[in-house]
């Protein structure tokens, strides 16, 4: 039980949306111009508009990862052996060898 939990699922699930997000929204900048493309959509640049929802998307979920890393694993910042039920089981896994 005791060192790391592994990685926070956040981190590449905020990186893929923030990439994928960078590009769409540079592929709505880049043919904003292009009035027929956008035409079925009311001439509204979706592509622009939902590359920059999935960009801040993307960038929230890498915040939380960096945030709870910060914190420690399950939101705090509380070492195993600082509660009786953490003592109790680093106890049990040097009993039992489990420990490395």
């Known amino acids: 039980m005791s060192g790391t939990a592994g990685l ?12 994928l ?3 769409l929204a540079g592929f ?7 009035a027929k493309m956008y035409a079925p959509s ?3 640049n979706i592509n ?11 960038f929230l979920f890498l915040a939380l990862a960096w945030w709870a890393g910060r914190r420690g694993a399950g939101g705090t910042s509380r070492m195993a052996m600082d509660a ?12 039992l060898g489990l420990e490395h």
């Open 84 to 95: 009786p039920e953490g003592r109790e089981t680093e106890e049990r896994e040097r009993r």
């Open 28 to 34: 709505g900048l880049a043919t904003r111009g292009d």
């Open 42 to 44: 009311g001439n509204l």
């Open 8 to 19: 926070d699922l956040r981190y590449p699930i905020g990186g893929l949306f923030a990439v």
């Open 48 to 58: 622009l508009l939902w590359g920059v929802v999935m960009l801040v998307f993307g």
């Open 21 to 23: 997000g960078a590009i």
